[in-house]
């Protein structure tokens, strides 16, 4: 049981690059979410779905993009990088009637530097 | 707005009890949660407790919620260098179906 695959775990890029991250769940979760870890500033959220077909900015989307083709995965692209997305991004899923009882499921990260 | 603020960092030594501590400002938050996140991983749900509720217990792990002051605190009883994480305080507003609230994160260091 894979749970929560982010890839790819380390990134490097020049700003004005783009490029996407990948979240794949094989948990069958309705609720798929991107988060952005900064030190000092605790996790913020980007973007979130419900479901397939349903996206929502979260509290930090410009600058990000996001689509929910299928329930399995949830990419996140970043257009044009700039330094301020040096970050380290978590996909967190879960489902919709755990929600509220906090029962996410985070993956192991995705470590992003901007140059 | 919404903000939830922790102090950043705690030592103890290993068979102390520690406590971590937590002030939000959303007085209609719902349910308050804590995160634990270990090194090189992702975030794990530690427990929850709902507003109606004043304290939460489970195994080593003791919740208090003071409502009228808007903090949150974990206590760890029996403290194991297995603790030493960054532990991050949560809350669900009540506006907000499907968005969570993070604090900064305190990290705990256990000394043996």
Known sequence: ?115 | GEDVEQSLFLSVREGDSSVINCTYTDSSSTYLYWYKQEPGAGLQLLTYIFSNMDMKQDQRLTVLLNKKDKHLSLRIADTQTGDSAIYFCAEKPMDSSYKLIFGSGTRLLVRP
């Open chain 1, 1 to 115: 049981n894979a749970g929560v695959t982010q890839t790819p775990k380390f990134q490097v890029l020049k700003t004005g690059q783009s490029m996407t991250l990948q979240c794949a769940q094989d948990m069958n979760h309705e609720y798929m979410s991107w988060y952005r870890q900064d030190p000092g500033m605790g996790l913020r959220l980007i973007h979130y779905s419900v479901g397939a077909g349903i996206t929502d900015q979260g509290e930090v989307p410009n600058g990000y993009n996001v689509s929910r083709s299928t329930t399995e995965d949830f990419p996140l692209r970043l257009l044009s990088a700039a330094p301020s997305q040096t970050s380290v991004y978590f996909c967190a899923t879960g489902g919709l009637a755990g929600f509220a009882t906090g029962e996410l499921f985070f993956g192991e990260g995705s470590r992003l530097t901007v140059l």
